[in-house]
């Protein structure tokens, strides 16, 4: 199974920078995948990491370190729009998700 | 990224009462269809696995008598909540995979279905 961990909460101010961290324990590790949720609607895809290192879309970059088990998912130049859940989420080699319980990042004027 | 549509978006029905999720594939064809629920202020979990053309598997503390899934195509997989009670109300989602799109289309959902048994 998959033992994922994020923290409950976070908030920042508008144009500033955001780090989510994710730690996980799993078997069979086949990629790490950051969602954006809005309240009501479905999770919306954000990166995915297969291998080490850095992945950068935009204002939105990931990084997974698999020997630490350890993913993190940087917001850049935050808006007010960004206010969201954020959820880390750990595919097995039977393409299968794992969730964890989601981070709430609050965007303050 | 891949497309994946359900219907309905909501649906409200009355206990006891068995209703009828649709995900469709719109752009490829899905060889598994995975099926999440997240109930409020919680994450997702999956339900269950379909493979087009065999029975679903399902996870652990699901039941599959009530849930019943059918993947009968390779576009389309049903989930199927028989004798609905208040407490099975959540936030179906589904997504689906092709190997042939590339490595991750099970990574896109459809807009989910959020179900209220009254």
């Known amino acids: 199974g998959q033992n994922i961990d994020q923290p409950t909460e976070m908030t920042a101010t508008e144009g500033a920078i955001v780090q989510i961290n994710c730690t996980y324990q799993?078997?069979?590790?086949?990629?790490l995948f950051w969602y954006q949720q809005h309240a009501g609607e479905a999770p919306t895809f954000l990166s995915y990491?297969?291998?080490?290192g850095l992945e950068e879309k935009g204002r939105f970059s990931s990084f997974l370190s698999r020997s630490k088990g350890y993913s993190y998912l940087l917001l850049k130049e935050l808006q007010m729009k960004d206010s969201a859940s954020y959820l880390c989420?750990?595919?097995?080699?039977?393409?299968?998700?794992?969730f964890g319980a989601g981070t709430t990042v609050t965007v303050r004027a | 990224g891949a497309v994946v549509s359900q219907h309905p978006s909501w649906v409200i029905c009355k206990s006891g009462t068995s209703v009828k999720i649709e995900c469709r594939s719109l752009?490829?064809?899905?060889?598994?269809m995975f099926w999440y629920r997240q109930f409020p202020k919680q994450s997702l979990m999956l339900m269950a696995t379909s493979n087009e053309g065999s029975k679903a598997t399902y996870e652990q503390g699901v039941e599959k008598d009530k849930f019943l899934i059918n993947h009968a195509s390779l576009t389309l997989s049903t989930l199927t909540v028989t004798s609905a009670h208040p407490e099975d109300s959540s936030f179906y989602i589904c997504?689906?995979?092709?190997?042939?799109?590339?490595?991750?289309?099970?990574?896109?959902f459809g807009q989910g279905t959020r179900l209220t048994v009254v």
């Open positions: 799993t078997s069979g590790f086949n990629g």
């Open positions: 752009d490829f064809q899905a060889t598994t």
């Open positions: 997504s689906a995979r092709d190997p042939l799109q590339g490595d991750y289309t099970e990574a896109f």
């Open positions: 990491n297969v291998l080490d």
């Open positions: 989420a750990v595919r097995d080699r039977d393409y299968k998700l794992s």
